[in-house]
């Protein structure tokens, strides 16, 4: 099954269209073991902690025990910071046979820490979602704009109606590297030095400034 259409600068595809056996399917939706799940967040949740549990393995994708519902609002807000480096390729989000299903996902990169309030700045790309109830239809990020990420957010904007959104797997797909131990004291430097993009660019290396 082919799907012909684009969303918001970026595609569309089931991951079975790649023809890869489920064991390989699952190492490759991995990056789940790259995040620091103890600094996770995901803001607006209605059980605390309960946005973390939505970042399993593939093959526990339709485990339907652990989800996120949304509490005051449709909105759910995921600050994902991973151990190291990650060139993202490609998203999962699978919801409910209902309009509680994300209906639009936006994605921002290195931004620690981001509040609701920050979602208001131009996300470095933007999906409407089908629904996916089977953990299958993956949306395919512009490599070149998420090749050195070390923090990502997910920003649930929008849903099918519903007065609140659930979701129960968000598959990330992609490859990640070590921060080596000289990239990071240099970050430190520079979040020092440069006190007015602190908050932006905490620990975005910059090795070509090496001579």
């Known amino acids: 099954m082919s799907h012909g259409h684009s969303h918001g600068g970026g595609g569309c595809r089931c991951a079975a269209e790649r023809e890869e056996p489920p064991e390989q399917r699952g190492l490759a939706y991995g990056l789940y073991l790259r995040i620091d799940l103890e600094r996770l967040q995901c803001l607006n949740e209605s059980r605390e902690g309960s946005g973390?549990?939505?970042?399993?393995?593939?093959e526990e994708?339709?485990?339907?025990?652990?989800?996120?519902e949304s509490d005051a609002d449709e909105e759910l807000l995921f600050n994902i910071p991973f151990t190291g480096n990650v060139k993202l390729k490609g998203i999962i989000i699978m919801g409910e046979?209902?309009?509680?299903?994300?209906?639009?996902?936006?994605?921002?990169?290195?931004?620690?820490?981001?509040?609701?309030?920050?979602?208001?700045?131009?996300?470095?790309?933007?999906?409407?979602?089908?629904?996916?109830?089977?953990?299958?239809?993956?949306?395919?990020?512009?490599?070149?704009?998420?090749?050195?990420?070390?923090?990502?957010?997910?920003?649930?904007?929008?849903?099918?109606?519903?007065?609140?959104t659930k979701v129960f797997y968000i598959g990330l797909r992609g490859e990640w590297t070590e921060l080596r131990r000289h990239e990071?004291?240099?970050?430190?430097?520079?979040?020092?030095?440069?006190?007015?993009?602190?908050?932006?660019?905490?620990?975005?290396?910059?090795?070509?400034?090496?001579?």
């Not at 994605?107 to 996916?132: A, V």
């Not at 004291?185 to 520079?190: Q, S």
Request: contains cysteine; negative net charge.
């Open 52 to 58: 973390r549990g939505v970042f399993k393995p593939w």
């Open 61 to 68: 994708r339709t485990d339907r025990s652990k989800f996120v």
């Open 97 to 164: 046979d209902d309009d509680s299903h994300p209906s639009e996902m936006r994605l921002y990169k290195n931004i620690p820490q981001m509040s609701f309030d920050d979602t208001e700045r131009e996300p470095d790309q933007t999906f409407s979602l089908n629904r996916d109830l089977t953990g299958e239809l993956e949306y395919a990020t512009k490599i070149s704009r998420f090749s050195n990420v070390y923090h990502l957010s997910i920003h649930i904007s929008k849903n099918f109606g519903a007065d609140t």
């Open 184 to 211: 990071v004291t240099i970050c430190n430097y520079e979040a020092s030095a440069n006190p007015a993009d602190h908050r932006v660019q905490q620990v975005t290396p910059q090795t070509h400034f090496i001579s």
